[in-house]
């Protein structure tokens, strides 16, 4: 009996340092996908923060952009008014009203 004790007892040194180059390989996998996975989550942040300045910087741009249509809606009814078109008669075409009248400063020497 003491024979098949020592038998037993020589096996598993064996399997046990089969076992131990299994673990040890395994845990150098796990942790080599550990170091992956945490680079590429880093550069995926750096990402995520270029695309939430750029989402500011658009959304001011829109915000611009409303305003300017605002203004541009605002102007495009004062050009349709009888008070535009006299402004520009008498600004570029130089025409007064019938009942007008003009007064020219006379020069100084």
Do not use: C, H
């Not at 076992?19 to 989550?41: D, K």
């Not at 075409?93 to 006379?106: M, N, P, R, S, Y």
């Amino acid at each position: 009996m003491k024979r098949s004790r020592n038998r037993r007892n020589k096996r598993k040194p064996k399997y046990g340092l089969e076992n131990r180059m299994a673990l040890i390989g395994i845990t150098t996998v796990v942790l080599s996908l550990a170091v992956v996975v945490n680079i590429g989550a880093s550069s995926l942040r750096e990402k995520d923060l270029e695309y939430q300045a750029r989402e500011q910087n658009l959304e001011k741009l829109e915000a611009k952009e409303v305003a300017r249509t605002a203004q541009l809606e605002e102007y495009r009814v004062y050009v349709q008014t009888k008070q535009y078109v006299e402004k520009v008669a008498k600004e570029k075409l130089g025409l007064v009203k019938k009942d007008e009248i003009l007064f020219k400063a006379e020069e100084s020497r």
